[in-house]
């Protein structure tokens, strides 16, 4: 038996693996393959690609760590109730009450923002239908649609406008086979914040053709207001009760537990409009069992205790977010619009070479790692016109370090990109 089945496998060439992982990419981390290379080679490195507040100096706050152990300790080890335990969601429903989101109809954990982006998507599209993206946007919802058979298809991000969503562009993507709109915001790459103004055309948009929305508000807590001219953060749906939003959030980024993995989402919107969506969702969320269990218990206290330390991160942020933007735009190479919000800038290059060339190269020469902009672009991209690419000819940094290594890897940045 053990010799047939070597035969299989070796006149097959091995497992063949689906089409659909043909295009999936998560550039953040693909990184890291050439960043091996560097450190074999002898370099030392500079890690300026992940968004992971806890390499740094970004302690989670202890009332936090002490809820999960006391969980642990308290028994709270097996499984949790799929859409999450009564104290968590309890509290979630009174951050919503707090941020203004009204007739809120489901709530639910998740083991991160992002299973609960892949469950939303998972729950609401069909093979050959598309959800609108952000480009640049995160690389996880074409991840997400391509593993369903589904489609992202962009829409652009002005960086003429502070990167601001381009709603006339926004209106000609949807088609009969659209089902939904992503709206990232605070924005992961480029740190904009929408305003108002743009909010509520997304949503007349979204009205006019009946789609749902995707607020993914991850970074709701890390707006870096005090600049002139700075964006105000607004939960979109605290600006209708009369459209279906899902509101992404969690742990993650705000309270400095990335690796808690506990995120979730909140359904808001008419009851008849949305009740078969949950219940789809709620199907999927079955199937999976649950979020950790013990986990969920820091999220009440989280939301609910000291926020002191968000005052501390915020300002440690806009010092270096400071420093960033003036030290990358002192090279005629790099231009940089300053972001309002998370710990990302997202730079444009002035130089001949690719985002992805430059990107290795100046990994290989200087160990410093950062993402080639490409990766927030379309999954597609060949099959959109050169507007859809403006990605390509930027870089993602994130300015989470301390100060003097901050500046010491934007330096080499910097020269670098003079070299052409």
Same mark, same amino acid.
């Given at each position: 038996m053990g010799n047939n089945m070597s035969a299989i496998v070796s006149s097959t060439h091995g497992i063949r693996p689906s089409k659909r992982t043909e295009q999936i990419r998560y550039a953040i981390r693909d990184v890291m393959l050439i960043a091996e290379q560097a450190r074999a080679a002898g370099k030392k490195l500079l890690s300026l690609n992940i968004g992971d507040p806890l390499l740094y100096d970004f302690p989670t706050p202890p009332h936090i760590i002490a809820a999960a152990h006391r969980a642990m300790l308290d028994g709270r080890n097996g499984y949790a109730p799929s859409a999450g335990v009564p104290e968590a969601l309890e509290a979630i429903r009174a951050e919503a009450e707090r941020d203004g989101i009204r007739n809120v109809q489901d709530v639910f954990t998740n083991s991160g923002v992002s299973e609960g982006i892949e469950l939303a998507i998972a729950a609401l599209t069909d093979p050959g239908e598309n959800i609108l993206l952000p480009s640049p946007g995160y690389p996880l919802y074409d991840a997400a649609l391509l593993s369903v058979g589904a489609e992202g298809v962009p829409y652009r991000l002005d960086e003429s406008n502070g990167w601001q969503p381009d709603l006339d562009d926004m209106a000609r993507q949807i088609n009969p086979k659209t089902r939904a709109i992503v709206v990232i915001n605070p924005n992961n790459p480029t740190g904009a914040v929408y305003s108002v103004a743009t909010l509520r055309g997304i949503l007349e948009l979204a009205a006019r053709h009946g789609l749902v929305i995707f607020a993914d508000e991850i970074y709701s807590k890390m707006v870096l207001d005090g600049q002139p001219g700075d964006q105000p953060f607004v939960p979109m749906a605290s600006l209708t009760s009369d459209l279906p939003i899902i509101t992404f959030n969690g742990l993650s980024k705000g309270y400095l537990v990335p690796g808690f993995r506990i995120g979730w989402g909140i359904?808001?919107? @008419?009851?008849? &409009?949305?009740?078969?969506?949950?219940?789809?969702?709620? /199907?999927?969320?079955?199937? %999976?069992?649950?979020?950790?269990?013990?986990?969920?218990?820091?999220?009440? @206290?989280?939301? &609910?205790?000291?926020?002191?330390?968000?005052?501390?991160? /915020?300002?440690?942020?806009? %010092?270096?977010?400071?420093?960033?933007?003036?030290?990358?735009?002192?090279? @005629?190479?790099?231009?940089?619009?300053?972001?309002?919000?998370?710990?990302?800038?997202?730079p444009r290059l002035k130089i001949k070479k690719s985002d992805t060339e430059f990107v290795r190269d100046l990994i290989l020469e200087t160990g410093v790692i950062v993402v080639p902009g490409s990766g927030f672009g379309p999954a597609n991209a060949e099959a959109y016109p050169a507007a859809y690419h403006a990605a390509a000819d930027h870089f993602r940094v994130v300015f989470l370090p301390q100060d003097d290594v901050l500046e010491k890897a934007l330096r080499l940045i910097g020269d670098f990109a003079g070299q052409g």
């Open positions: 359904v808001s919107g @008419p009851k008849q &409009e949305v009740a078969h969506y949950c219940e789809a969702i709620q /199907k999927l969320m079955r199937a %999976r069992l649950c979020a950790s269990h013990p986990m969920q218990f820091a999220i009440k @206290p989280a939301l &609910e205790g000291d926020q002191s330390h968000i005052h501390v991160v /915020k300002e440690k942020l806009r %010092r270096r977010r400071d420093l960033t933007v003036s030290v990358l735009n002192s090279f @005629p190479e790099i231009s940089c619009v300053a972001p309002q919000a998370a710990f990302y800038a997202f």
